[in-house]
Every structure is written in structure tokens, then in C-alpha cells.
T-cell receptor
């Protein structure tokens, strides 16, 4: 009963390095999301995928790319990391059977990224 | 654009006291409204949600929230705080399930013995 699984949980990068955050859900959800959490700013949406094969920009997409690999997996890539991308990243999913969506977001435990 | 405000970034209450965490949204069209809780070093989990049924919504752990359209508010309450309620609480709205959820900045609740 894993729910939403994110890897890695912690990562330290140097400015300019690249990395990919992986996310997988086992609830057969249609929609998946990547958020970043910064103190005093709540969660801000980076990208989301309403269904397999589609992705859309959220509030803060600059410097990120995403791939909805299949219905289960949604990855977030930083091509050239910057100190401003130091944050905690959360993957989430939502959706019930078929296209019915209960509206609840299910979150992973987060990935803490530090860019030096 | 949708926005959510939470009055008070940090609220402290004594154990056994009333908890009141405020949330206001900016829209003339009632959205779907949610409260999430985040314990240290964990992801967010749903406390309760309003989806246009009863205006008073009961959630887990004794929390409830009341939707007031005239005030565009969805404040979270609990009659008697417990030490285990210490966490960060986020109000969120969406107008389209499966699309953009907008989160407030969060309120950190401390419970004093």
C-alpha cells in the first residue's frame, strides 16, 4: 500500500548540475503534480499532468521539465540547477476510477534538494 | 487569478483550548475547498474537504470547517487542542478537479502544555 513514492529523498547538487526526481503512484490516478514548498509561500505548482500523455505548466515552471512516462510515473528534471531551486519538492496524484476525480490530492513524502 | 490567504503564519494555543485557523479565498464562484495537515518531515494529508454539500464539514482528528459564501471563508476549528495537533495547516482551493489546486501559505500551529 505504497501510495505515492518519490526518489530520492535528499539530494545536494552544485550549480549547473542536472538531476531527475522520480515519482510513482499505485492508485490508478489520472492526474499527477509536482509542487515545490518554500517557507512562507505554501506549495506552488510547477507542472501537472491531467492524464497520461499530457502535461501543463503551473505557476513556477521555469528551469524545470517533466515527463509523464506512463499512467504511474511522472518525473521532474532540473537541466541546470540553480541555488533558487533549493526547496522541498512534492509529487502528488489525484483521481478515482476512470475519469472520476474525488478531488483529494495524495502526496509523497517529499524530496529535499539543496543547490550549492 | 485564484488566491488563498491564511491569517497568521503561526498560531499558538494551550492544550485543551479552542483552535481556530483562518482561510479566505478570492472568487465570486465558490470553489472546492480543502484543509491539509503536514507533520514534520512528511507530505501533506487531507483533513477535510468542502464540495458543495453541507456547509459544515467534519474531518479527521476532531477538526471541522464551515464554508461561508458571504465571507468567502473556510475557517478550520477544533474545540480542544491536543499536543499531537502541532503541525502546519494548509488551506487549498480548486475549481477543476484534476487541474490546478492553489494553496495558501500555511499556518503553523503550536500547542503549549
Amino acid at each position: 500500500n505504497a501510495g505515492v513514492t518519490q526518489t530520492p529523498k535528499f539530494q545536494v547538487l552544485k550549480t549547473g548540475q542536472s538531476m531527475t526526481l522520480q515519482c510513482a503512484q499505485d492508485m490508478n490516478h489520472n492526474s499527477m503534480y509536482w509542487y515545490r514548498q518554500d517557507p512562507g509561500m505554501g506549495l506552488r505548482l510547477i507542472y501537472y499532468s491531467a492524464s497520461e500523455g499530457t502535461t501543463d505548466k503551473g505557476e513556477v515552471p521555469n528551469g524545470y521539465n517533466v515527463s509523464r512516462l506512463n499512467k504511474r510515473e511522472f518525473s521532474l528534471r532540473l537541466e541546470s540547477a540553480a541555488p533558487s531551486q533549493t526547496s522541498v519538492y512534492f509529487c502528488a496524484s489525484s483521481g478515482g476510477r476512470g475519469v472520476v476525480n474525488t478531488g483529494e490530492l495524495f502526496f509523497g513524502e517529499g524530496s529535499r534538494l539543496t543547490v550549492l | 487569478a485564484q488566491s488563498v490567504t491564511q491569517l497568521g503564519s503561526h498560531v499558538s494555543v494551550s492544550e485543551g483550548a479552542l483552535v481556530l485557523l483562518r482561510c479566505n479565498y478570492s472568487s465570486s464562484v465558490p470553489p472546492y475547498l480543502f484543509w491539509y495537515v503536514q507533520y514534520p518531515n512528511q507530505g501533506l494529508q487531507l483533513l477535510l474537504k468542502y464540495t458543495s454539500a453541507a456547509t459544515l464539514v467534519k474531518g479527521i482528528n476532531g477538526f471541522e470547517a464551515e464554508f461561508k459564501k458571504s465571507e468567502t471563508s473556510f475557517h478550520l476549528t477544533k474545540p480542544s487542542a491536543h499536543m499531537s495537533d502541532a503541525a502546519e495547516y494548509f488551506c487549498a482551493v480548486t475549481y477543476n478537479y484534476g487541474q490546478n489546486f492553489v494553496f495558501g501559505p500555511g499556518t503553523r500551529l503550536s500547542v503549549l502544555p
